[in-house]
């Protein structure tokens, strides 16, 4: 059965470094989301992209935060310089067309900001 | 904005039982979907059971059922025969039929099966 993918599982990181969170959506999706879960906090939506361009950021996602999709199969997010607040669950989720509305996520970034 | 409310932090429930958890949402149309989401110790989010608002029917999942109330804008989980692989947090989500596609999650309850 197709999944989504992230790597790495966990990543520690320095304040003000910068980390590339990596996905791999399913391959015949095109709707391809962001969310972060800090500790014992629901799941926040950061950011939604779709034929390679953002269609929708949240006011978490300021601007040290980017997306992209380098080639055809990997879907990154990027945290330019990182705070001890960004400390969470990052969630890469993915969607097919046809409106049935099911994002299908991968099993999520444990970043930690020392 | 659309909001999604999940009253009860904790429930538990003894093995074998049924139990219910409770979601409430706001929104002002009238095509969406609501979703319930499992996510267990290891923070994985599992789709357990969706919901079109345009279908009357309630969806059943084996042993995961919801009563969904569009008019009440209530959409409640049932698990029937509570097993000890339940145990997680469940997260009632809420997601518009058109244009922004994101998923709007409520708080979470963690349910507890006792033995």
């Known amino acids: 059965e197709p999944e989504v993918t992230q790597t790495p599982s966990h990543q520690v990181t320095q304040m003000g470094q910068e980390v590339i969170l990596r996905c791999v959506p399913i391959s015949n999706h095109l709707y391809f989301y962001w969310y972060r879960q800090i500790l014992g906090q629901k799941v926040e939506f950061l950011v939604s992209f779709y034929n390679n361009e953002i269609s929708e950021k949240s006011e978490i996602f300021d601007d040290q935060f980017s997306v992209e999709r380098p080639d055809g199969s990997n879907f990154t997010l990027k945290i330019r310089s990182t705070k001890l607040e960004d400390s969470a669950m990052y969630f890469c989720?993915?969607?097919?067309?046809?409106?049935?509305?099911?994002?299908?996520f991968g099993p999520g970034t444990r970043l930690t900001v020392l | 904005a659309q909001t999604v409310t999940q009253s009860q932090p904790e429930m538990s429930v003894q093995e074998a039982e049924t139990v219910t958890l409770s979601c409430t949402y706001d929104t002002s149309e009238s095509d969406y979907y609501l979703f319930w989401y499992k996510q267990p110790p290891s923070r994985q989010m599992i789709l357990v059971i969706r919901?079109?608002?345009?279908?009357?029917q309630n969806a059943t999942e084996n042993r995961f059922s919801v009563n969904f109330q569009k008019a009440a804008k209530s959409f409640s989980l049932k698990i029937s025969d509570s097993q000890l692989g339940d145990a997680a947090m469940y997260f009632c989500?809420?997601?518009?039929?058109?244009?922004?596609?994101?998923?709007?999650f409520g708080q979470g309850t963690r349910l507890t099966i006792n033995p």
């Open positions: 989500a809420y997601r518009s039929a058109m244009g922004a596609q994101k998923l709007v």
């Open positions: 919901q079109e608002a345009y279908k009357q």
């Open positions: 989720a993915s969607s097919g067309t046809g409106g049935r509305g099911e994002q299908f």
